[in-house]
């Protein structure tokens, strides 16, 4: 029976509460949102910012690392702030026997002894939410509440997410059970067996420059948490929100009396392709990654000896039909375009009306007055730079810009992209959504992804039409959401079941404070793992799973 370690016992209500949670798939949030001085204390935030910069212009503090040959400085803050942290360029032949030293005991502390080291490693994580909210605003050009909200605090929900699915799995099955078969004459055949969890090896995430916790925490911990030992490869854009994770990571280990190099921070020089390397070592048995369509096919397709969990990219697209809230629609459909300025993989980019326009609470719409109905919301959004900025945020790389400048010359314009100062950065790069409208034969165009503020407005025959080419694109491409808004409960099932067939998740008729690009850990699953855009699925069973086997042994009582 598996003894009790004090960090399982201080925080085994939190995971009951979770397991609770992802059963029930009702609210439920472990890290508040808000970074109120209410909520966290008066001094959390100075502090915080204090702790973020005095990281800027220095070696970060990972130096007891194993096989550090140099250290490397990569980041650009969108923002223009300077940042030049040196991190640690690690050797692969000296870090993977290091990951490897510490798995023996680590996997026999058992589930509940690393789901407790987890829960504790993630209540020290909350502890510094301001910290690295800081380096995710700094590194991604998210707003700082957006960077608070979706760096941290929404990060370490989907991060506990992971932890209570692994640890279900890996209690299904109990640790031990007495066996007894009769065998004829009064006799009995009686053995006792136990059954371990035996973890794949080592683990690899591969983080974006992006959403660098939200995307990365689900796996570092599902993979942690299962008895595997995790290297960290960052984005080079953005490195400082994971350093202080691993960072943190290797001191709550190192506290709990195991060995801190489980988890190691791999940084990569300029233009080095450190992932590329790291994937295809033979001791890499789990990848997980968040990013480009392209990279992640080629790791599905070479990095044979791991299982490979990919989030790559898609085409999200909003089927409108008809309306009873059309400014409420309008509303809705603009916030999300305008949120992150649209750089969320969650963003919609086809907006499909039918020719002949919609029926609304305002009367017809023709499908030019949508169009129209939706750049004004942007507008609103937008129009007042100093409060704009707080949703847009500023552009996450120069691939963006481009994307950005070669739409514009698409299609017929519905709204174009401005350039806007930023009030408090000055060296910010700051673009307003751009909105074209297609025809349903642009289906080159609307049919791949615009990763950014680019969203295009496409008429079609009907919205018979509309379903059929939602259908196609996600079929072909993937998406991460789908989103209807109609008044017919025969177009809204239809709908419902094309997103089925296509594997995608549905949003029917948002018009308030839920928004299509949002999704809430603990009852909405991101991604689904059935179209081109996933392989997998945050956060479900078969997510933590495969990062485990049990392994029986047996003898006769």
């Known amino acids: 029976m598996e003894n009790s370690h004090p960090m399982f016992a201080s925080h085994a209500d939190t995971l009951e509460r979770a397991l609770t949670a992802i059963a029930e798939r009702a609210y439920w949030s472990n890290y508040p949102e808000s970074p109120s001085p209410r909520v966290y204390g008066e001094h959390a935030a100075a502090e915080g910012e204090a702790a973020f910069r005095a990281y800027l212009g220095a070696d970060f503090p990972l130096a007891d690392q194993p096989g550090i040959t140099d250290w490397v400085s ?5 923002f223009g702030v300077a940042l030049d942290v040196r991190y640690p360029h690690l050797d692969p032949d000296q870090a993977f026997p290091a990951l490897a030293a510490g798995m023996p005991a680590w996997r026999a502390a058992g589930p509940q002894t690393r789901a407790g080291v987890c829960a504790e490693i993630l209540a020290r994580l909350h502890q510094a939410a301001f910290e690295l909210a800081n380096a995710v605003h700094a590194t991604t050009g998210q707003a700082f509440v957006m960077a608070f909200q979706a760096g941290a605090a929404h990060a370490f929900d989907r991060a ?16 031990t059970a007495d066996w007894e078969k009769p065998a004829g004459k009064g006799q009995t055949l009686h ?22 916790t939200w995307n990365s925490y689900p796996g570092l911990f599902a993979s942690l948490v299962t008895g595997n030992p995790v290297i960290v ?11 202080i994770s691993v960072k943190i990571a290797r001191e709550t280990l190192a506290d709990a009396g195991f060995d801190p190099d489980l988890v190691l921070l791999a940084a990569e020089a300029p233009g080095e392709g450190l992932a590329k390397t790291l994937a295809l070592r033979p001791e890499v048995r789990i990848i997980d990654f968040t990013g480009s369509t392209e990279f992640g096919d080629w790791l599905e397709a070479n990095a044979r000896q791991a299982a490979v969990y990919t989030e790559k990219a898609g085409v999200n697209t909003v089927v409108v039909d008809s309306t009873d809230d059309f400014a409420g ?42 169009a129209q109905g939706i750049a004004a919301a942007v507008g609103a959004l937008t129009r007042d730079p100093a409060k704009g900025v707080e949703l ?5 790389n120069d691939g963006v810009l481009e994307r950005l400048e070669k739409a514009a010359a698409a299609g017929a314009p519905v709204l174009e992209s401005s350039d806007v100062s930023h009030p408090a950065y000055a060296g910010a790069t700051v673009r307003t959504p751009l909105i074209r409208k297609l025809g349903a034969a642009d289906a080159t165009t609307y049919g791949t992804e615009w990763f950014g503020p680019i969203s295009f407005v496409v008429e079609t025959d009907s919205t018979e ?18 989103s209807v808004y109609s008044t017919s409960e025969g177009v809204l099932a239809a709908m419902e079941e094309a997103a089925l067939l296509a594997g995608v998740h549905l949003s029917v008729n948002l018009t308030s404070g839920v928004f299509v690009n949002q999704s809430a850990a603990f009852s909405d699953f991101h991604a689904t ?12 069973g078969a997510f933590v799973a495969g990062r485990f086997r049990v392994v029986q042994s047996r003898r006769h009582v």
């Open 465 to 482: 039409r509309s379903l059929r080419i939602f259908a196609d694109t996600v079929g072909k491409k993937g998406a991460l959401t789908a």
């Open 233 to 243: 490869k960052p984005h080079p854009r953005a490195v400082l929100p994971l350093a």
């Open 191 to 212: 053995m006792s067996k136990t059954f371990h969890v035996v973890p794949r090896g080592a683990a690899l995430v591969v983080g974006c420059n992006t959403f660098p």
């Open 392 to 396: 847009t945020g500023a552009i996450v």
């Open 529 to 540: 793992g059935a179209n081109p855009a996933a392989n997998a699925s945050l956060t479900d």
């Open 329 to 370: 629609m309008c509303r809705n459909i603009g916030f999300s375009l305008v949120l992150y300025s649209g750089q969320m993989c969650t963003t919609p980019q086809n907006i499909l009306v039918p020719a002949a326009g919609i029926d609304t609470d305002e009367g017809h719409k023709s499908l030019d007055e949508v």
């Open 74 to 78: 990569t980041e650009r803050s969108p």
């Open 160 to 175: 506990l997410e992971a932890v209570a699915y692994a640890y279900r799995e890996m209690t299904r099955t109990p640790a």
